[in-house]
């Protein structure tokens, strides 16, 4: 016995047959639409991450610069200020010398003027005595 064959079941099951391979052709071009898609976006994120990754790096190298420069700059203020306090101490010495120097030079004024009265007399006594000698 051969089995029967009907042409219509066949031609039904052809026609699925092929609505069934369109499917899988499309699904198969649609899993390499979305395998590119799915590629590119990895590439886009690997991407962002080697650019956080940069960022991040930059921003650590950035933070320690400006810590140095703020130490640079706290070790200047404290030499400034040890030199500022060294430069009073030192114009403080010179006020007080200054001050000492004036009263020795009040002192030696005084005995100037007291040896200029002391010789005036006997001055004016010689100029009396000889004309040509002066010592004024």
């Known amino acids: 016995m ?5 042409p219509e079941r066949t031609s039904g099951q052809q026609a699925e047959i092929n609505d069934l391979v369109q499917r899988k052709i499309a699904v198969d071009e ?3 639409v979305l395998k590119s898609e799915l590629c590119l976006l990895q590439q886009k994120f690997t991407d962002k991450i080697e650019e956080l990754k940069d960022t991040k790096e930059c921003a ?4 320690e610069q400006s810590r140095l420069v703020i130490k ?8 400034l200020s040890t030199r500022y306090a060294d430069l009073l101490n030192d ?20 005995k100037i003027k007291i040896a200029i009265q002391t010789l005036c007399p006997k ?7 000889d004309p040509v000698v002066h010592l004024v």
């Not at 001055?123 to 005595?129: C, F, I, N, S, T």
């Open 30 to 32: 649609e899993n390499v």
């Open 123 to 129: 001055e004016k006594g010689l100029a009396q005595l």
């Open 60 to 63: 650590v190298r950035k933070e």
């Open 2 to 6: 051969t089995p029967c064959i009907h």
């Open 72 to 79: 640079n700059l706290e070790e200047e203020n404290e030499g």
């Open 91 to 110: 114009l403080e010495k010179l006020r007080k010398q200054e001050a000492q120097w004036r009263i020795e030079k009040s002192g030696i004024d005084a």
